[in-house]
């Protein structure tokens, strides 16, 4: 067993816990939001805010991507105090980009509103109280790239994971209370948490001793970090249009509470992807570092431990979901039952998406950032056409099926890339006991389930954990190799290590 894959266990256990935690949280803020305040102000926020959040990505100006590829490097030639003052300008920069973006937005608010508003809703008093929300957003993410960049995720994951989602479910209780059930308890919770999030994740920057005083030739230097990080930003501002346009294009041509039920079944959809996105948060600077060693036997043995762990768990995602996919949607109101089809769609994309690991992450960490860009532009073109046809016909079931050809396009072209410049693939024999697992559990609750139906919440308690050991039990028999019993150990005894600190 590699050193390299330790390590990265070792860290993406900590973001796995993490996101299992913000998943909980996470989800019973949503119902709580849903529940009490409609698809309609769901909607109208869930549009708003999607709008705001393409900001932080410009304004980063790619720097969360550029220092997890610059701070393992000079963190290996132990150039300390060159990283921390590289550190201390980044955040000096993005947060003066950050505060000339929001007041861009609020001086223009109007106009920008009539710009999204497709309906008659007026959304420019919105785009006022949501816009300094941009500056806490950024300060978060670069934070997000510093913690990775040095390999330690911890502080943001307990930030990101815990801190801000339980902060959202008391601030939203407190507000729910005190304003009633309107637009602005959501828009107060999210102000809260963030900027609390934010105070704590700047206190441990300041902890760690990352800042340090900016010297001339520091800042000299530091035009290489941006000219490598500005592919990056449009990298990242395309991908984050290509995910995004479905719901501000379903925000114009239809309704705010269609905005509010898709916002549902896509965070539903997409839940199961929090493994991948906990093993790149530590493998990205480990392809960074195993790529200038040489050692790309290691990164391709990683690349295919990775890969499967995180198409393993998406399988099941799947099949839990075309199984009880109306149960899921009717949790959050009897209006969000119109979104079950487009539940099964966005998980069909969301496997698709998880189905080539991290192949654009060892693209960008291997000095190919460029790909990166040409392919979201061409998503993008791709997403923007289907969802102007698909749209105006099929309502919100037509936007997910644009995502799930677009992200299938993107994900293909990626791997195919990878596997042209270094000859390494993450396939092996090994997924058909996967999807062997995944048809054994499936097809036993599936016909349990047609014989013993009872309602939507009743069959959500029975058959989700049914299904769970079902799929465990076949997987653990015969689906695991050492290197996946030694990851599971690893985030086993990472559970149990941290229910003893508590104890």
């Known amino acids: ?31 709580i939001a849903a529940r009490f305040l409609g698809a309609e102000v769901y909607g109208q926020f869930t549009l708003i805010f999607t709008f705001i959040s393409f900001f932080p990505m410009l304004a980063l100006l790619g720097l969360q991507q550029g220092l997890v590829y610059y701070l393992p490097k000079m963190t290996e030639e132990k150039n300390y105090n060159y990283r921390n003052q590289i550190i201390s300008i980044s955040y000096i920069f993005v947060l003066l980009v950050s505060l000339l ?36 957003l950024v300060l978060s993410k670069l934070t997000q790239g510093v913690f990775r960049g040095i390999k330690d995720i911890k502080p943001f994951v307990i930030n990101q994971d815990i801190i801000i989602p339980i902060l959202k479910i008391i601030s939203l209780t407190f507000a729910l209370t005190l304003l009633g059930t309107t637009l602005e308890t959501l828009v107060l919770s999210f102000y809260i948490s963030i900027f609390i999030g934010v105070l704590y994740l700047i206190y441990k920057v300041h902890n760690k001793k990352l800042f340090s005083r900016i010297k001339i030739d520091a800042l000299k230097e ?33 309704t705010d509470e269609e905005v509010g039920v898709y916002r549902i079944a896509l965070q539903i959809g997409t839940l ?27 990164l391709e043995s990683m690349f295919k431990t990775i890969t499967k762990w995180v198409v393993i768990v998406n399988l099941f995602a799947f099949s839990i979901i075309l199984l009880l996919n109306d149960e899921i949607m009717y949790l959050f109101g009897e209006e969000f039952l ?14 698709v998406n998880v189905g080539v690991g991290s192949s654009g992450y060892i693209l960008i960490m291997t000095g ?45 072209i990626r791997l195919l890339l990878v596997y042209k410049l270094y000859r390494i693939h993450p396939y092996s024999f090994q ?43 076949v997987m653990y028999l015969f689906g695991l190799s050492n290197d996946d019993k030694f990851i599971l150990y690893k985030i086993m005894d990472k559970i149990k290590g941290n229910k003893t600190k508590n104890n």
């Not at 067993?1 to 949280?25: A, D, P």
């Not at 199961?272 to 290691?298: C, Q, W, Y």
């Not at 099964?344 to 496997?351: E, F, N, P, S």
């Open 431 to 473: 997924y058909i006991n996967a999807i062997f697992a995944v048809l054994i559990s499936f097809v036993s609750v599936y016909f349990i389930k047609m014989v013993f139906t009872i309602s939507y919440i009743v069959d959500l308690i029975i058959y989700v954990p049914i299904t769970i050991l079902l799929f465990s039990l």
């Open 222 to 254: 530091y035009k290489k970090v941006l000219i490598y990080s500005l592919p990056l930003m449009f990298t990242g501002f395309l991908g984050f249009i290509s995910q995004k346009t479905d719901i501000l294009m379903i925000g114009y041509f239809l």
């Open 1 to 31: 067993m590699g050193s390299e894959l330790k390590n990265v266990t070792k860290q993406s256990s900590i973001v796995f816990i993490g996101k299992i935690l913000g998943l909980v949280f996470g989800l019973l803020f949503n119902l």
């Open 272 to 298: 199961s992807g929090f493994i991948l996105v906990a093993f790149n948060m530590m493998f990205a600077p480990t392809i960074s570092s195993l790529f200038h060693r040489g050692d790309m036997k290691e």
């Open 338 to 351: 119109i979104g079950s089809t487009v539940l099964v769609i966005i998980a069909c994309g969301q496997l």
């Open 101 to 136: 973006f929001t007041i861009l937005l609020i001086t223009n608010s109007e106009w920008i509103g009539s710009l999204l508003n497709g309906s008659e809703s007026d959304y420019s008093y919105i785009i006022k109280i949501l816009s300094p929300l941009i500056i806490l």
């Open 368 to 412: 190919y950032s460029m790909y990166g860009m040409y392919i979201n532009i061409l998503i993008v073109v791709i997403n923007i056409v289907l969802n102007l046809m698909l749209i105006p016909n099929h309502g919100i079931s037509g936007a997910a099926v644009a995502s799930l050809v677009s992200v299938a396009l993107a994900n293909i």
